[in-house]
């Protein structure tokens, strides 16, 4: 059973950076695609980016790819989120999980960790 440790969020004014890191243990990340997932206030938890196992191949779910990168470490099995001139609406919970795929709406299949926190003020 995979765990998942997201770290890196905070309290940031608009116009600032926070990089995100998701921890995973088990021998297998390596092999694993990761996705990150946000769930802003009074919203469902939804898809934001994914990359392959290898790390040669990203998507992101919508226009904040621009702001966004998604990164990966497997010598340190650890995902990253590099998060750029920051917005209040990027004010979420930032989920890190294994998908099944790197294209289309890619679905998590591993549990879900705590998550970490992301508040933009303006």
């Known amino acids: 059973q995979v765990q998942l440790v997201e770290s890196g969020g905070g309290l940031v004014q608009a116009g600032g950076s926070l990089r995100l890191s998701c921890a995973a243990s088990?021998?297998?990340?390596?092999?694993?695609?990761m996705g990150w997932y946000r769930q802003a206030p009074g919203k469902e938890r939804g898809f934001f980016a994914a990359?392959?196992?290898?790390?040669?191949?990203?998507i992101y779910a919508d226009s904040r790819k621009g702001r966004f990168t998604i990164s990966r470490d497997n010598a340190k099995k650890t995902v990253y989120l590099e998060m750029n001139s920051l917005k209040p609406e990027d004010t979420a919970i930032y989920y890190c999980?294994?998908?099944?795929?790197?294209?289309?709406?890619?679905?998590?299949?591993?549990?879900w960790g705590q998550g970490t926190h992301v508040t933009v003020s303006s």
């Open positions: 999980n294994p998908v099944n795929k790197v294209y289309a709406t890619p679905f998590a299949f591993g549990s």
């Open positions: 088990g021998r297998t990340f390596s092999s694993w695609h």
């Open positions: 990359i392959t196992w290898s790390g040669d191949t990203t």
